[in-house]
């Protein structure tokens, strides 16, 4: 790709991406859900963070060239330094995730801005292409 792994078109083209992390995420962190707002809950932000670099993560898995479950596998393998990197766990953000679910309003919000985030960071990488 020209661009890096976030060349995209425009938003309708992200969303299968985004919702491929969800599934993923789903299969790779099942659990218990909580009812009430659990201690230790990633904020928006956090989450978004979180998402974001889940999403970058399963396309790198996702450019080798592999097949799906392959590709599934090395996500899982790659997905605990992230956390990691993060200053969480995947606890945490299983039970953070749960939670958002169960809240379909602020989960589309955290949604929202996960594009818009994967959006700008395509935007400043086909900048500094364009600069060189």
Same mark, same amino acid.
């Given at each position: 790709?020209?661009?890096?792994? %976030?060349? !995209?078109?425009?938003? /309708? #083209?992200?969303?299968? +991406? $985004? ?34 670099? %889940?999403? !970058?993560?399963?396309? /790198? #898995?996702?450019?080798? +060239? $592999? ?66």
């Amino acid at each position: 790709m020209k661009y890096g792994m %976030l060349k !995209l078109v425009n938003r /309708k #083209a992200l969303i299968p +991406g $985004v919702l491929t992390v969800l599934l993923v995420t789903l299969g790779v962190f099942t659990g218990c859900t909580n009812k009430g707002k659990p201690q230790g809950l990633l904020g928006k932000d956090e989450m978004v963070r979180a998402m974001t670099e %889940l999403y !970058l993560t399963e396309q /790198k #898995a996702a450019t080798v +060239g $592999v097949s799906r479950d392959s590709t599934a596998q090395m996500f899982r393998a790659m997905s605990p330094a992230i956390f990691q990197q993060l200053g969480t766990s995947d606890s945490v953000f299983r039970i953070s995730f749960d939670y958002y679910m169960e809240n379909p309003i602020v989960m589309e919000e955290i949604y929202t801005a996960l594009i818009d985030s994967l959006n700008l960071r395509e935007q400043k990488m086909i900048s500094n292409e364009l600069k060189k």
